[in-house]
């Protein structure tokens, strides 16, 4: 069965430093990533996808990147946080959304001090 | 493009009472839509989804949802709501294409409060 794996869970860090959060899944193979952030317990934004290996689609400009080294890996970085970044973070994966829709990881909270 | 409004930011309920979370939709084509829970600090979990058939979509935990394309709408329901049914509850939209990438389009969410 297909799992997804978020972390850390929680992470709190001073502005001004880098941010390195990481998602994977198994049991699948060429999935199509996601990552969105969730402020103040509500509405979701996406923030970055992907469709394969090294291919990064970002929908909104920020202070945020994000890489896909390996077909099941999917990172979310920053070089120098701001307090703006604070957040829940949630990695997603898909196949056919139609017919499956997403699978979401646990999340990271993000605290930027 | 697609979207979805979720009108009422707060529902509240109490317990043993139905509950019903409104969701209506816009998109090009048949739509598929989808209802996920969420419980504090934990990811969107998968409650049910509507492809094609039957209006109405039974889901997890006792959950269902009713597809009506004249009004666009796609709302959540349930005839009796527990405390446990208290968290935040996203309609989601994508559509039906076959080919290409195809995102979801999520909702702003609506809070159930289940009350005692």
């Known amino acids: 069965s297909q799992t997804i794996h978020q972390w850390p869970a929680t992470l709190v860090q001073p502005v001004g430093s880098p941010l390195s959060l990481e998602c994977t899944v198994e049991?699948?193979?060429?999935?199509?990533l996601y990552w969105y952030r969730q402020a103040a317990g509500r509405g979701l934004q996406l923030l970055f996808y992907?469709?394969?290996?090294?291919?990064i689609s970002s929908e909104v400009p920020q202070n945020l990147s994000a890489s896909r080294p390996q077909d099941r890996q999917f990172i979310l970085s920053s070089k120098k946080l701001l307090l703006s970044d604070s957040g829940f973070y949630l990695c997603?994966?898909?196949?056919?959304?139609?017919?499956?829709?997403?699978?979401f990881g646990s999340g990271t909270r993000l605290t930027v001090v | 493009a697609q979207s979805v409004a979720q009108p009422e930011d707060q529902v509240n309920v109490a317990e043993g009472n139905p509950l019903t979370v409104k969701c209506t939709y816009s998109?090009?084509?048949?739509?598929?839509l989808f209802w996920y829970v969420q419980y504090p600090n934990r990811g969107l979990q998968f409650l049910l989804k509507?492809?094609?058939?039957?209006?109405l979509v039974k889901g997890s935990y006792g959950f269902e949802a009713e597809f009506n394309k004249s009004q666009t709408s796609f709302h959540l329901k349930k005839p009796s709501a527990l405390v446990s049914d208290s968290a935040l509850y996203f309609c989601?939209?994508?559509?039906?294409?076959?080919?290409?990438?195809?995102?979801?389009?999520f909702g702003t969410g609506t809070r159930l409060l289940v009350s005692p």
């Open positions: 049991g699948t193979s060429n999935p199509n």
């Open positions: 998109v090009s084509g048949n739509p598929y």
């Open positions: 509507y492809i094609t058939g039957d209006n």
């Open positions: 989601a939209v994508s559509r039906a294409r076959d080919t290409g990438f195809q995102k979801l389009v």
């Open positions: 997603a994966w898909s196949l056919k959304v139609q017919a499956y829709g997403y699978t």
């Open positions: 992907s469709v394969g290996i090294g291919q």
